[in-house]
């Protein structure tokens, strides 16, 4: 069956652009994660989803960064007036339940020049 | 400190070598990933496991959760099985299911 997709998987954006990065998790996975990875560094947690209610966004870094999946499925990742430490891997994972194994996407790559 | 930390940094092993990826963490665990990813980003599960030993052809991966580590070990590596590869513990109690990742080990197996 069809994995976690995600798109666009490369993107590149202007300083102070806004971008709006997919995530298509699994069907009927109730549970959907976003996570930032820095070059070189490992993944950190952005947020998590329960169908459509955001149920943590602790991870978030900035009030410019917001995360909606209004019908309990797709989810957007969005980011405003994007800055240069912006720039990482977005990954997008997804699971049955929230302590169930997370299958990922193949994530965004997001460069802000 | 960091809560998930992982070692070696950087592996070079000559095909066919025995490989040991260890993986210690300060924070209660309800569970403990090891995670392959690629150049290119996508990240594969490998185990997901919260007690003992798990085995998937020749990866092994065992968890000791009175000492708080776990390790990942490759048999007959072969090249193909270069990747980081990534410990990640999901998180006990009110952010329960969240992941805490370590940096990775980025393994390079020669032929």
């Known amino acids: 069956g069809a994995g976690v997709s995600q798109s666009p998987r490369y993107k590149v954006a202007k300083r102070g652009q806004d971008v709006a990065l997919r995530c298509d998790p699994i069907?009927?996975?109730?549970?959907l994660f976003w996570y930032q990875q820095a070059l070189g560094q490992g993944p950190e947690f952005l947020t998590y989803f329960q169908n459509e209610a955001q149920l943590d966004k602790s991870g978030l870094p900035s009030d410019r960064f917001f995360a909606e999946r209004p019908e309990g499925s797709v989810s957007t990742l969005k980011i405003q007036r994007t800055q240069q430490e912006d720039s990482a891997v977005y990954l997008c994972?997804?699971?049955?339940?929230?302590?169930?194994?997370?299958?990922f996407g193949p994530g965004t790559r997001l460069t802000v020049t | 400190k960091n809560e998930v930390e992982q070692s070696p940094q950087n592996l070079t092993a000559q095909e066919g070598e025995f490989i040991t990826i260890n993986c210690s963490y300060s924070?209660?665990?309800?569970?403990l990933h090891w995670l392959q990813q690629h150049p290119g980003g996508g990240i594969v599960s490998l185990f997901m496991l919260s007690s003992g030993k798990k085995k998937h052809g020749r990866l092994i991966a065992t968890i000791n959760i009175q000492e708080k580590h776990s390790s990942l070990h490759i048999t007959a590596s072969h090249p193909r099985d270069s990747a980081v590869y990534i410990c990640a513990v999901m998180n006990y109690g009110g952010s329960q299911g969240n992941l805490i990742f370590g940096k990775g080990t980025k393994l390079s197996v020669k032929p």
């Open positions: 924070v209660g665990i309800s569970a």
């Open positions: 994972a997804s699971s049955l339940d929230r302590v169930d194994e997370q299958y």
């Open positions: 069907s009927g996975h109730v549970s």
